[in-house]
């Protein structure tokens, strides 16, 4: 079988010219080149492998990936069960491509991996590729990030949510979904059991009264499979931060929650505070672009330094912040992204004469002139050092579930 396997991909490229003369359809360089170099892996035979043909991720420019280039390329794929990713990133596709992407969709069996972030595909292309996802039982993960497909054809993959039971990341970031589609995905993720993560940034709203938060909230005191949320760019406030924490309570599964570039403020860091204290699930908390201030970093402070011992990471880079409450940082390190790293602790940490960095007692003295310090040393130190008591090797493993570029 092995053997059999290794000749088909052998022959990709060729399978390729050969798709191209019968289609009088001119060759893309770009896509033969990825081809070739597809042909010459050894590792086929037992994985599967990705063709990596975003238009962005190139020193030289490459002619992009046109609909019509991509009929030619899917009809060299029916054949190629070895295929089990593709990466059409930053090109040129359109709704036409996208129902050529819907058919090979629902005749493919082995795709897992899908992305087509950025491309020019609208509401009814987004309607064809949700409606290839009814009865497609492969792909586990689609990225339709910076694509205009609206509202309504956001409400398209709601719909596929409630019938769909593969697919495990869907990332909608950025595609100009609205209320309707909002509320229809968190009804619909009480329903579905296989999602785990997704990426819902920057919807267009137009109301202050933050309904889709509320919905969301309702939605993550029933859903007992999701472990990542992005909501940045929500306009979320305090009140639905409160709503949010209050669900979280009763929550047990999700592990990374995406707040960045909303408009919290400390009472919304506060409400925040008090769930770290109780909730032993969350692992990484993104308040990117948020105005929680000082106030708001000494609540967080607080509740990392006296009862949470499960957050591992989150952000470092939020607005607002004075010179004095510079040094209370409570912003920890991971290996996740490069976001996080020891620049974020604060400087003067007392060194032995190795150079290694000394333990600190904890739990921290009792409140002096200078607790502030003292507190954002010890968080760090349980956090960043892999030899300390609260984090033995092995105590970090790798997110299993990350989505990459989210």
């Known amino acids: 079988m092995a053997q059999q396997v290794m000749s088909v991909v052998a022959d990709l490229?060729?399978?390729?010219?050969?798709?191209?003369?019968?289609?009088?359809?001119?060759?893309?360089?770009?896509?033969?080149?990825?081809?070739?170099?597809?042909?010459?892996?050894?590792?086929?035979?037992?994985?599967?492998?990705?063709?990596?043909?975003?238009?962005?991720?190139?020193?030289?420019?490459?002619?992009?990936?046109?609909?019509?280039?991509?009929?030619?390329?899917?009809?060299?794929?029916?054949?190629?069960?070895?295929?089990?990713?593709?990466?059409?990133?930053?090109?040129?596709?359109?709704?036409?491509?996208?129902?050529?992407?819907?058919?090979?969709?629902?005749?493919?069996?082995?795709?897992?991996?899908?992305?087509?972030?950025?491309n020019d595909i609208g509401t009814s292309g987004a309607e064809l590729i949700a409606g290839a996802l009814h009865s497609n039982q492969s792909l586990v993960h689609l990225r339709m990030t910076g694509n205009r497909i609206g509202n309504q054809g956001g409400m398209f993959f709601a719909s596929m949510l409630k019938i769909n039971s593969t697919l495990k990341k869907l990332d909608l970031g950025d595609c100009d979904v609205g209320l309707r589609?909002?509320?229809?995905?968190?009804?619909?993720?009480?329903?579905?059991?296989?999602?785990?993560?997704?990426?819902?940034?920057?919807?267009?709203?137009?109301?202050?009264?933050e309904e889709t938060t509320v919905h969301i909230a309702r939605m993550l005191r029933?859903?007992?499979?999701?472990?990542?949320?992005?909501?940045?760019?929500?306009?979320?406030?305090?009140?639905?931060?409160?709503?949010?924490?209050?669900?979280?309570?009763?929550?047990?599964?999700?592990r990374y929650l995406d707040l960045s570039c909303n408009n919290i403020i400390c009472d919304g860091a506060?409400?925040?505070?008090?769930?770290?204290?109780?909730?032993?699930?969350?692992?990484?908390?993104?308040?990117?672009?948020?105005?929680?201030?000082?106030?708001?970093?000494?609540?967080?402070?607080?509740?990392?330094?006296?009862r949470n011992r499960t957050l591992k990471a989150h952000s470092r880079s939020c607005s607002r912040w004075s010179a004095?409450?510079?040094?209370?940082?409570?912003?920890?390190?991971?290996?996740?992204?490069?976001?996080?790293?020891?620049?974020?602790?604060?400087?003067?940490?007392?060194?032995?004469?190795?150079g290694a960095r000394a333990a600190l007692p904890w739990p921290p003295a009792p409140p002096t002139p200078a607790w502030k310090s003292s507190l954002s040393r010890s968080i760090c130190e349980r956090s960043c050092t892999p030899g300390h008591p609260w984090n033995p090797p092995g105590a970090l493993p790798e997110p299993e579930l990350s989505l990459p570029g989210f």
Not at 18 to 31: D, G, M, T
Not at 100 to 110: G, K, P, R, V, Y
Not at 222 to 248: I, P, Q, T
Request: overall charge neutral; hydrophobic content about 40%; some cysteine.
């Open 222 to 254: 029933s859903n007992s499979s999701l472990v990542e949320l992005h909501l940045g760019k929500h306009e979320m406030k305090n009140f639905g931060v409160e709503r949010l924490c209050d669900a979280l309570y009763e929550n047990s599964t999700l």
């Open 270 to 306: 506060k409400f925040l505070g008090e769930l770290l204290r109780k909730n032993q699930t969350l692992e990484i908390l993104d308040l990117d672009a948020n105005r929680i201030e000082d106030v708001g970093a000494i609540y967080l402070s607080e509740a990392l330094a006296t």
């Open 13 to 118: 490229h060729l399978h390729y010219v050969q798709a191209c003369q019968n289609l009088s359809q001119p060759e893309n360089p770009f896509i033969a080149r990825v081809l070739q170099e597809a042909d010459k892996k050894d590792e086929i035979s037992t994985k599967g492998i990705t063709l990596k043909l975003a238009g962005n991720n190139h020193l030289v420019p490459v002619p992009r990936v046109t609909d019509d280039d991509l009929a030619v390329l899917v009809s060299v794929l029916g054949q190629a069960a070895f295929v089990t990713g593709l990466d059409l990133a930053y090109n040129l596709l359109t709704d036409v491509g996208a129902k050529t992407m819907a058919i090979f969709l629902q005749e493919n069996s082995t795709l897992q991996y899908l992305n087509l972030m950025f």
């Open 181 to 209: 589609c909002l509320i229809a995905t968190a009804i619909a993720l009480t329903q579905n059991k296989s999602l785990k993560a997704i990426n819902l940034n920057r919807p267009l709203l137009s109301s202050q009264q």
């Open 324 to 354: 004095c409450s510079r040094t209370a940082r409570t912003w920890l390190p991971t290996r996740w992204t490069g976001r996080f790293s020891w620049q974020s602790c604060p400087t003067g940490w007392p060194s032995t004469a190795t």
